[in-house]
């Protein structure tokens, strides 16, 4: 499959965007409940799932790394896992200048180039277009809606559009 993998910079970026919002709201409700922000980073759907915290990791991860692997770039580190709500409202800062960076010449030609990543039980090879516009997109976006979940599960007053707080 052919995609232009460069419009995922600014699908991206939009997503960060979105995930930001949604941050700031759910911290304004917790305080307005006497809930500290770092109990509401570690609020979670149901007990046996990711805290919003892990949410927003694989999202920001997400958002960085695999446009870089896709334009056949050095992949940024991971986000730490420890950080409190200014860190992330840093790190989503850091992310989208980073994918601000990207230009499309860096991604021209490379739908087809193979990518191998390991997924834990098995280590696929796939066109960059394939791990970009169907794993990768499919987990940023898995976990930015995971993330309104939990807050609107904690009560959080938001709505479907702040699914597209970042754009459209």
């Not at 149901?46 to 990791?57: E, G, K, S, T």
Request: aromatic share 12%.
């Amino acid at each position: 499959m052919t995609v232009c993998l460069f419009t995922f910079v600014e699908l991206y970026s939009k997503g960060l965007g979105t995930l930001e919002n949604l941050l700031t709201k759910g911290a304004a409700f917790a305080a307005s409940q006497g809930v500290s922000e770092a109990d509401m980073l570690d609020w979670r759907l149901i007990d046996d799932m990711q805290p919003l915290r892990f949410q927003a990791n694989v999202v920001l991860n997400f958002a960085r790394q695999w446009p870089a692997r896709a334009a056949g770039l050095p992949v940024p580190a991971d986000v730490p896992e420890n950080l409190d709500l200014a860190g992330y409202k840093a790190a989503i800062a850091d992310a989208k200048a980073y994918l601000a960076g990207l230009k499309a010449e860096q991604f021209e030609g490379r739908d087809q180039v193979p990518i191998t990543f390991n997924l834990g039980q098995f280590e696929p090879t796939l066109p960059a277009g394939q791990w970009l516009s169907s794993f990768a997109t499919t987990n940023f976006y898995f976990h930015l809606s995971t993330a309104y979940g939990i807050l609107r599960h904690k009560g959080v007053p938001i709505g479907k559009p702040d699914l597209f707080a970042g754009g459209l």
